[in-house]
């Protein structure tokens, strides 16, 4: 069963606390991408890597990082520097970066009080 | 000013209507469109991929781009319960891999 999977579904975390977020895919993707999402302001690109160990930073990387260390997995880890990290986080994958599909996780819903 | 921009609704039609979406964009540059459902609390799923200007039809949905105007529309026809949900649109450049350039959302109520 193919898919992308992302834990966990509801995580709470209190201000000053870094909080790591998992994405695993097995679909043999080389690309995989993490987005955030507020009420009425669509996705916003936080970081996208294209193949392993490289990644890029997209729109909105400030007090975010990841890593790729493995093509199935882009953790990605939200520090104390972001200043609203309450949000809906998405994962996604695609076959390559010139793919124009994307295939998203369920999410994972941050609250930070 | 958005490079995207999408009405966030909500759009409330009875079942069977027919529901029309649209966003409108300011970059020229884009050249491959896109529109998404998703279900509340879930992950974005692609609907429907067109990179030129005129229609697409799949099924019940017709995805409409006008490259001159800078405006792509969703059509559902004989719309369902079951199609109520969050519909975005998205879109790329040509040289941008696959970075996409998301539109706010459209939440879509079909009353039975």
């Known amino acids: 069963d193919g898919g992308i999977t992302q834990s966990p579904k509801y995580l709470f975390r209190k201000e000053g606390q870094n909080v790591t977020l998992s994405c695993e895919q097995n679909l043999n993707h080389d690309a995989m991408y993490w987005y955030r999402q507020d009420p009425g302001q669509g996705l916003r690109l936080i970081y996208y890597s294209q193949i392993v160990n490289d990644f890029q930073k997209g729109d909105i990387a400030e007090g975010y990082s990841v890593s790729r260390e493995k093509k199935e997995s882009f953790p990605l880890t939200v520090t104390s520097a972001q200043k609203n990290p309450t949000a809906f986080y998405l994962c996604?994958?695609?076959?390559?970066?010139?793919?124009?599909?994307?295939?998203f996780g369920p999410g994972t819903r941050l609250t930070v009080t | 000013q958005k490079e995207v921009e999408q009405d966030p609704g909500p759009l409330s039609v009875p079942e069977g209507a027919i529901v029309s979406l649209n966003c409108t964009y300011s970059n020229s540059a884009f050249q491959y469109f896109m529109w998404y459902r998703q279900y509340s609390r879930k992950g974005p799923e692609l609907l429907m991929y067109?990179?030129?200007?005129g229609n697409k039809e799949d099924g019940r949905f017709t995805a409409q781009v006008d490259k001159s105007s800078k405006y792509i529309s969703l059509f559902i026809r004989d719309s369902q319960p079951s199609d109520s949900a969050t519909y975005l649109c998205a879109m790329r450049r040509k040289a941008a891999g696959n970075k996409l350039t998301f539109g706010g959302g459209t939440r879509v109520l079909v009353k039975p």
């Open positions: 067109t990179y030129s200007s």
């Open positions: 996604a994958s695609s076959m390559a970066s010139s793919s124009y599909e994307q295939y």
